[in-house]
């Protein structure tokens, strides 16, 4: 029976390797439409936990993990052996910047050191973390040829699929967001494409891994180049005593040629800080500058000084300084009613607002505590004494804020998104972006 067959017969198994915020969903998932799923990570407590049933990913609730894990249909391992005994391995793992903001991709180097130990001919490797174009072709089929004496397209498959999980997205999930595939050969193809018809509603294939790996990069450039457009205009509408977020609006009203974007403290997550900046890394490489992309990452990044600024001179307005000011900053998630801060702007504002001279705690319903650089940092338990501080900044607008009386009880609240829109009393202590 070829790979395609046993893939549409529902007897394949799936390994999915790196069980974070990509790779336990798309486990979960596929383990629901009754295909048997090997989870592999690195992080021996987190493999505890899910072979317990218990998830630490808010869109995978533990309900739905449990029963999976009771019912023998998904089994976490931390031991790459079990790669031998599957069909198919999807590599879900991390690709941050380093610190010189250039793409790191040793955790897929890593990853597939180990995946080249133990594969074995007919199988199919889907790789779904960041890279740049050429990245599976160029240097991970390589690399399983040479840990294996395999030959990549002839002895096993290897695609390019960009993930597209976006963290408490309550309308689109796994199941219902359309997938993109691209293999290394037409057969490889129609294996994927098979695989992923399993368990996703609509997949469609591309040319090449290639194309594949610039579809992921085109998605977040696109959306990093419109949020460092608005950035900036955020920026020009407060020199010019305008409100931004009622220009967007206004403007917003045009049913053709205008898609509203909306300004913020700065790029978090793990995709739209990081992705651009793969491509124009690979275009530096070509001798091509990526000016759109740099500019944009520029506005972007300086988007936390930018609401240091404005805390300063709102403090200035009222005969205060920042050395010495107790600050209050609400939210440290990168976007709303979840609790990933992974390159969150809420880090750098805390930072330079400590450097500054300010006393500064942070409060967050989702993130109680986070490390940064090796530190912990523990948040305030309540906002019972939200009152005490000279200013209150909004970073997250999670849906648990009470806005209205988050501004009722502060001296004075700088908005950074837009939050206090319906708020009604005390506007006069509001400083938006």
């Known amino acids: 029976m070829s790979l395609k067959q046993r893939i549409e017969s529902g007897e394949a198994r799936v390994a999915v390797i790196g069980l974070g915020y990509v790779g336990l969903p798309l486990a979960v998932r596929i383990a629901e439409t009754g295909m048997r799923v090997d989870g592999i990570d ?59 903001r250039d793409p790191d991709v040793g955790y897929i180097v890593r990853a597939a050191e180990q995946i080249g130990a133990h594969m074995r001919a007919g199988q199919l490797f889907v790789l779904e973390s960041t890279t740049y174009p050429g990245f599976t072709r160029e240097v991970l089929a390589p690399m399983f040829e040479t840990a294996s004496n395999l030959k990549a397209g002839r002895d096993f498959d290897v695609a390019f699929s960009p993930e597209r999980i976006d963290p408490g997205n309550d309308r689109y999930g796994v199941r219902n967001t359309t997938k993109i595939v691209g ?23 591309v040319s090449s891994p290639d194309a594949a790996e610039m579809v992921k990069l085109l998605e977040n450039t696109f959306r990093a180049v419109n949020i460092g457009l608005v950035n900036e205009l955020a920026v020009m509408c407060r020199r010019l005593d305008l409100d931004v977020w009622e220009i967007i609006d206004a403007a917003a009203t045009k049913p053709f040629g205008f898609m509203p974007f909306y ?52 403090l200035n307005d009222q005969g205060k300084a920042m050395r010495g000011a107790k600050v209050l900053v609400l939210g440290v998630a990168y976007k709303a009613d979840i609790d990933d801060f992974r390159e969150s702007p809420a880090i750098p504002i805390l930072n330079q607002l400590v450097q500054k001279g300010a006393a500064v705690d942070f409060y967050d319903p989702h993130v109680a505590r986070f490390v940064e650089e090796g530190h912990e940092h523990v948040g305030i338990e309540d906002l019972s004494q939200l009152g005490s501080y000279d200013a209150v900044v909004i970073i997250t607008n999670h849906k648990a804020f009470d806005c209205q009386d988050i501004v009722d009880r502060a001296q004075l609240v700088i908005d950074t998104r837009n939050a206090t829109k319906k708020v009604t009393r005390g506007r006069d202590k509001i400083v938006k972006l």
């Open 42 to 100: 690195v992080n021996v407590g987190r493999v505890a936990r899910i072979n317990a049933g218990v998830s630490e990913i808010g869109d995978v609730p533990s309900s739905a993990l449990a029963p999976l894990v009771a019912a023998g249909m998904l089994r976490a391992h931390t031991d790459f052996a079990v790669v031998s005994e599957v069909d198919a391995a999807i590599i879900c793992v991390p690709t941050p910047l380093n610190k010189t």
């Open 183 to 205: 293999a290394m050969t037409p057969d490889g193809n129609e294996a994927v494409v098979a695989l992923y018809g399993r368990f996703i509603d609509k997949v469609q294939a």
């Open 263 to 314: 300004p913020g403290p700065g790029l978090g997550g793990h995709c739209i800080p990081i992705d651009p900046l793969y491509l124009s890394w690979k275009m530096r490489a070509l001798n091509y500058q990526a000016r759109f992309i740099e500019l944009a990452d520029a506005i972007n990044t300086g988007m936390p000084t930018h609401v240091v600024r404005v805390v300063q001179d709102a």
